[in-house]
């Protein structure tokens, strides 16, 4: 595959996974990336904009999508945002990660190592279908995908898809590993060692909250008690 956005590392370890059964030719395409609210995450589609006259130029172009329950009409945004280049979409379960609202936390365990288990076992097939260039949709949608994608998502992306509720508690302990680790470099820290988000370019993975071992990170009031996804599925 030629583009991965990881994330928290749900879609890392699926995109390591598939890697080793394809052998990609270079007129290929393949993207592996997490569903966030029923969408493309915004990195992602800013990518795929940036590149869409190189990816229009292969001869077959395929995405994975990683989520935690279902993808609404994802797989249609990033048709269109590859103008009507996707030739095969799979969506695979990955462990729930969203923990930013009343009500939404990361999975249990058993729950957890169920989804990456049974999507591993789907990895051959999706690569067999890849191999052979099929064109193929094989997807998760979910119930009211239209509202959840055209409605629900344009609400979330306005008023959650942000970095400002985000803070560190007094139990910080400045390891800098939420700096180190943000995909888009969006967290620093100021010469008094506080953990600093700028309010650039969050895209809503979470992986502040949910790599931090200490468990200090906050998304204001709604992440207090909440899991965090940190599974190691190759133990």
């Not at 915004?42 to 172009?61: S, T």
């Not at 058993?110 to 690569?127: D, F, G, Q, W």
């Not at 055209?150 to 560190?168: A, E, G, S």
Request: hydrophobic content about 35%.
């Amino acid at each position: 595959m030629k583009y991965c956005f990881s994330g928290t590392g749900n879609s890392q370890w699926v995109a390591d996974k598939l890697e080793g059964l394809i052998a990609d030719k270079e007129d290929m395409f393949g993207m592996i990336f997490p569903v966030y609210a029923w969408g493309l995450p915004k990195v992602v589609e800013a990518y795929l904009k940036e590149h869409i006259e190189d990816i229009k130029r292969a001869n077959y172009v395929y995405a994975v999508m990683t989520c935690g329950d279902d993808i609404g009409y994802a797989d249609k945004i990033l048709n269109d945002v590859l103008e009507g280049k996707l030739d095969a979409v799979f969506s695979v379960h990955m462990p729930n990660t969203y923990v930013c609202l009343p009500g939404f936390d990361v999975d249990k365990d058993e729950v957890a190592h169920r989804k990456a288990k049974e999507t591993l076992s789907r990895l051959p097939e999706i690569a067999e279908t890849i191999k052979r260039r099929e064109k193929k949709t094989d997807v998760c949608r979910g119930g009211m995908p239209w509202i959840k994608t055209h409605v629900l998502r344009p609400l979330f992306n306005k008023y959650l898809l942000t970095d400002k509720y985000f803070f560190t508690t007094k139990a910080c302990t400045h390891c800098k590993k939420c700096v180190k680790g943000c995909p888009l470099e969006n967290i620093t820290m100021d010469e008094q060692r506080n953990v600093v988000w700028k309010h650039e370019n969050c895209t809503g993975c979470l992986r502040c909250f949910h790599r931090c071992k200490e468990n200090v990170i906050q998304f204001g009031r709604f992440t207090k008690n909440k899991g965090q996804n940190i599974h190691d599925f190759d133990r």
